[in-house]
């Protein structure tokens, strides 16, 4: 694969919102996690290795934030525009500790940190 090749697909693959520093996978449309190689590996795995590896690099050169550290920084008083690169979602907000995001990854928050258990009565708030 030519140098134009690899940069083609990885401005096809990753869109970088500079206001935020965000890292932002475009086929899922989300926000890229720590191990940006084990999310290429498991959910983009058409893609060679030698693919991943130049994603992976790219990356590293981008002085970037992880989503948690977006979302410390933003409750629900907090009115913001629609974060470029990002699909618009429903907000959920867990009721624990007002931790906002979409609502899968409220829910798996809630797993996480609060031993939340699907059917069990334990609910979030949905924001429109």
């Not at 970088?16 to 996978?25: G, K, Q």
């Not at 899922?28 to 058409?46: E, I, M, Q, W």
């Not at 974060?83 to 979409?102: F, M, R």
């Amino acid at each position: 694969m030519s140098e134009g090749q690899l940069q083609q697909l990885i401005s096809s693959f990753i869109y970088y919102n500079s206001d935020y520093r965000l890292a932002i996978c475009q086929p899922c449309g989300s926000v890229l996690p720590k191990n940006v190689a084990l999310h290429l590996y498991r959910f983009h795995d058409t893609l060679s290795h030698i693919e991943r590896t130049a994603i992976v690099n790219y990356i590293n050169t981008l002085e970037h934030e992880q989503p948690d550290n977006i979302l410390k920084e933003i409750s629900f008083e907090t009115e913001i525009d629609a974060i470029e690169g990002l699909p618009i979602d429903e907000v959920a907000c867990c009721t624990a500790c007002k931790l906002l995001g979409a609502e899968s990854t409220i829910i798996k928050h809630c797993q996480n940190k609060h031993n939340w258990i699907t059917g069990r009565g334990n609910s979030y708030t949905m924001y429109c």
